[in-house]
């Protein structure tokens, strides 16, 4: 029974990890940009969204699919720098083994 406390007491430590960084990732910024930096958004760790940058000569422009696919690009790439920036703190914690479910 030793061992199973001992691998009970790990997984706790380990959950008790997991959740700390969850709960920093979550609080952390993300920039992406498209377009040369014509549409900029800001995301955070809870990828919700907390800003958008429209560089005004877009917006001249009249392009309007342009703007479309620019602001579609931006936030896809800031989604998956941060999920990016999770998996790898996530791996650092787990030693690389992968946890189903936890991202």
Excluded: C, Y
């Excluded at 691998?7 to 920039?31: G, Y």
């Excluded at 809870?46 to 422009?61: F, H, L, P």
């Amino acid at each position: 029974m030793k061992n199973m406390n001992d691998l009970l007491r790990q997984a706790q430590v380990m959950q008790n990890k997991i959740a700390k960084l969850q709960q920093e990732m979550a609080e952390k910024d993300v920039e992406a940009s498209a377009g040369g930096g014509m549409v900029k958004v800001v995301m955070n760790g809870r990828q919700e969204m907390k800003s958008i940058t429209i560089d005004k000569a877009i917006m001249e422009s009249g392009d309007t699919e342009m703007l479309q696919d620019l602001v579609i690009t931006a936030v896809n790439e800031a989604v998956r720098i941060g999920r990016a920036n999770l998996e790898r703190e996530m791996a650092n914690i787990s030693g690389g083994i992968h946890l189903p479910g936890m991202f």
